[in-house]
């Protein structure tokens, strides 16, 4: 009799120290609040879901700023490269890095090859539904750079149209223009470019 009451009040004083987790949608409750709730990550341990990856494919034309119409420089290219972007601690804001090839010449015949690297800041807006596809809208500001045999120096403002396809795959359209300095000319020039890409990461 008395192991069976000894066995009681053992139970008794465990189940009043014990912490019992609810979870509600995914969301730790209770006395456990203070539980990291996983769930969130999707399964990624490692914070991948503040993450996007993507790969871009823009065309550029550079043109040089001179009093004469009929003398300035130009550059047509193309610069395909990866992308990755990391969310900060501000809402739809998002740092950005770049990095790939690049092709192009004076003379549209895309003869130079050379390498493109770019860093900068993008945000995005709040995603709207247009039947059957989420979209945002998006706008960064980049510092970029062409090192080829007649380097390339730029500072650009682009803006983003993106699709939805898939729960974390999106489809880019981007426009931009902004200011180029190439080494070998004697003034400043202004650029415009036009490309899509593809986005892994979704939107957040």
């Known amino acids: 009799m008395k192991l069976k009451v000894l066995v009681l009040l053992f139970t008794i004083g465990i189940a009043a120290?014990?912490?019992?987790?609810?979870?509600?949608?995914?969301?730790?409750?209770?006395?456990?609040s203070q539980v990291n709730d996983l769930s969130i990550s999707n399964g990624l341990y490692l914070g991948l879901d503040d993450w996007r990856f993507g790969i871009q494919a823009p065309l550029v034309i550079f043109?040089?700023?001179?009093?004469?119409?009929?003398?300035?420089?130009?550059?047509?290219?193309?610069?395909?490269?990866?992308?990755?972007?990391?969310?900060?601690?501000?809402?739809?804001?998002?740092?950005?890095?770049?990095?790939?090839?690049?092709?192009?010449?004076?003379?549209?015949?895309?003869?130079?090859?050379?390498?493109?690297?770019?860093?900068?800041?993008?945000?995005?807006?709040?995603?709207?539904?247009?039947?059957?596809?989420?979209?945002?809208?998006?706008?960064?500001?980049?510092?970029?750079?062409?090192?080829?045999?007649?380097?390339?120096?730029?500072?650009?403002?682009?803006?983003?149209?993106?699709?939805l396809l898939f729960d974390t795959v999106t489809l880019d359209f981007v426009v931009g223009a902004g200011y180029v300095n190439v080494r070998s000319w004697e003034e400043p020039g202004l650029q415009i470019r036009l490309g899509v890409g593809i986005g892994l990461g979704g939107m957040y």
């Open 63 to 163: 043109q040089e700023i001179t009093d004469d119409s009929y003398d300035y420089e130009s550059y047509l290219g193309i610069a395909p490269h990866l992308t990755v972007e990391r969310l900060s601690s501000i809402p739809a804001f998002k740092w950005k890095g770049a990095l790939g090839l690049s092709r192009g010449d004076s003379l549209g015949e895309f003869s130079q090859s050379g390498a493109y690297l770019a860093g900068g800041v993008r945000l995005d807006f709040v995603p709207v539904n247009f039947f059957f596809y989420e979209q945002s809208r998006s706008i960064e500001l980049m510092a970029e750079t062409i090192l080829d045999v007649d380097p390339k120096y730029m500072l650009t403002l682009n803006a983003y149209q993106s699709v």
């Open 17 to 32: 120290q014990a912490q019992t987790i609810v979870r509600k949608d995914g969301t730790a409750t209770g006395a456990d």
